[in-house]
């Protein structure tokens, strides 16, 4: 069975640092672009950052850039968003995210952790 | 690239057709995806590339479009489909979603 199992988050004060974990099971997790994207209480999606299947490349959007850190682990099937000087807004559930094992695009996502809330708050 | 959905909130009856709108602030070609999502669910996926189903989803679900306009069309709705969808670019990075189109029972 395909699977995206998510650690970490919680609470943290502002300037403060988190870091969350995405456990892959199921599929060949190093063939795979990986995802992460958050949404805030009660509001839509926002794309966080992507990492291409060697980590060789990242993306990142502007209101997390140089302050986030995506990365991953190949050897234990695991994606990580290092998440430093974290602001009220960034308070979220943040999602893992695979694409889609047919299609096998970075930018389109076909299947998602179970999220897990990240509070910024003093 | 800003992703304006319309309308926000679509109120409809089962059985009844459901258009949702979807409008680019520059063209993204066809690299349009929808994606439902129910309270306390993550997304999943619908739509891709503008007009390709994804694996699994009904054929009352359908999209349309390029450019800059694109609709997703539920046929007829089940009352499964009342949830959320968004829209998102994948033309260029950053990916950007839509605000969203909730669709409520009438």
């Known amino acids: 069975e395909v699977q995206l199992s998510q650690s970490g988050g919680g609470l943290a004060q502002p300037g403060g640092s988190l870091r969350l974990s995405c456990a892959a099971s199921?599929?060949?997790?190093?063939?795979?672009?990986m995802s992460w994207v958050r949404q805030a209480p009660g509001k839509g999606l926002e794309w966080v950052s992507t990492?291409?299947?060697?980590?060789?490349?990242?993306y990142y959007a502007d209101s997390v850039k140089g302050r986030f850190t995506i990365s991953r682990d190949n050897s234990k099937n695991t994606l990580y968003l290092q998440m430093n000087s974290l602001r009220a807004e960034d308070t979220a559930v943040y999602y893992c995210?695979?694409?889609?094992?047919?299609?096998?695009?970075?930018?389109?996502?076909?299947?998602w952790g179970q999220g897990t809330l990240v509070t910024v708050s003093s | 690239i800003v992703l304006t959905q319309s309308p926000a909130t679509l109120s409809l009856s089962p059985g009844e057709r459901a258009t949702l709108s979807c409008g680019a602030s520059q063209s993204v070609s066809s690299y349009l995806v929808w994606y439902q999502q129910k309270p306390g669910q993550a997304p999943r996926l619908l739509i891709y590339?503008?007009?390709n189903r994804a694996t699994g989803i009904p054929a009352r679900f359908s999209g349309s479009g390029s450019g800059t306009d694109f609709t997703l069309t539920i046929s007829s709705l089940e009352p499964e489909d009342f949830a959320v969808y968004y829209c998102q670019q994948r033309s260029s990075w950053p990916l950007t979603f839509g605000g969203g189109t909730k669709v409520e029972i009438k």
């Open positions: 590339d503008a007009s």
């Open positions: 995210a695979r694409p889609s094992l047919i299609i096998a695009a970075a930018d389109i996502i076909g299947g």
């Open positions: 990492i291409s299947g060697n980590g060789g490349s990242t």
């Open positions: 199921g599929f060949t997790f190093g063939s795979y672009a």
